[in-house]
């Protein structure tokens, strides 16, 4: 459990990315709390799946991740 900064969060996703071949995301759950988005679901790699779970908040008239979390199964 880390936080990062823009710049080292796209280095850590990059990574993540480049390692963990993308087959699919699948869906299980999202809702709304607080005004902020949350979307629950199942990232499947050829390293095998990720419960992953993506935050998201309003700014302005904008939407912004807030949050996103890769967690293995």
């Known amino acids: 459990s880390n936080s990062y900064s823009?710049?080292?969060?796209?280095?850590?996703l990059k990574d993540f990315f480049t390692t963990n071949s993308i087959?699919?995301?699948?869906?299980?759950?999202k809702g709304e709390n607080?005004?902020?988005q949350y979307c629950i679901?199942?990232?499947?790699?050829k390293n095998g799946d990720n419960r992953t779970t993506i935050f998201m908040k309003q700014k302005a008239d904008v939407q912004v991740l807030?949050?996103?979390?890769?967690?293995?199964?």
């Open 34 to 36: 607080a005004g902020s």
């Open 41 to 45: 679901g199942t990232l499947k790699c």
């Open 23 to 29: 087959k699919g995301f699948d869906i299980i759950h």
């Open 6 to 12: 823009k710049s080292q969060a796209a280095l850590v």
């Open 66 to 73: 807030q949050e996103l979390r890769f967690e293995n199964r």
